[in-house]
Nanobody
Framework: QVQLVESGGGLVQAGGSLRLSCAAS????????MDWYRQAPEKQRELVAR???????MYTDLVKGRFTISRDNAKNTVYLQMNSLKPEDTAVYYC?????????????WGQGTQVTVSS
């Protein structure tokens, strides 16, 4: 089965940086888009950034200019470089990927990694 495993979360002061990683493993044929979402306490999960197979990216306005999404297709891994972090970036961050297995496309989610930004 397919698994997405995130790493890189933690506690950082405002203005600091963190880099999140998410690696896909298991039996699958290909990966389409890879996304990062986040969910703060008592808020809905929101899309932070997306990257296509070809490297096209999109970001929510809340993180433009501060976050960078990238991927290594050879390693089936997506990254989120987060700079100039703010307390309002505090949330659980999830990666999500659209993955093909046995002629079927499905969306898979990681378990989430906590990012806490102190003021």
């Amino acid at each position: 089965q397919v698994q997405l495993v995130e790493s890189g979360g933690g506690l950082v002061q405002a203005g600091g940086s963190l880099r999140l990683s998410c690696a896909a493993s298991g039996r699958f044929f290909s990966i389409d888009t890879m996304d990062w979402y986040r969910q703060a306490p008592e808020k809905q999960r929101e899309l932070v950034a997306r990257i296509t197979t070809g490297g096209s990216t999109m970001y929510t306005d809340l993180v433009k200019g501060r976050f960078t999404i990238s991927r290594d297709n050879a390693k089936n891994t997506v990254y989120l470089q987060m700079n100039s972090l703010k307390p309002e970036d505090t949330a659980v961050y999830y990666c999500e990927a659209r993955i093909e297995t046995w002629s079927k496309w499905d969306d898979y989610w990681g378990q989430g990694t906590q990012v806490t930004v102190s003021s």
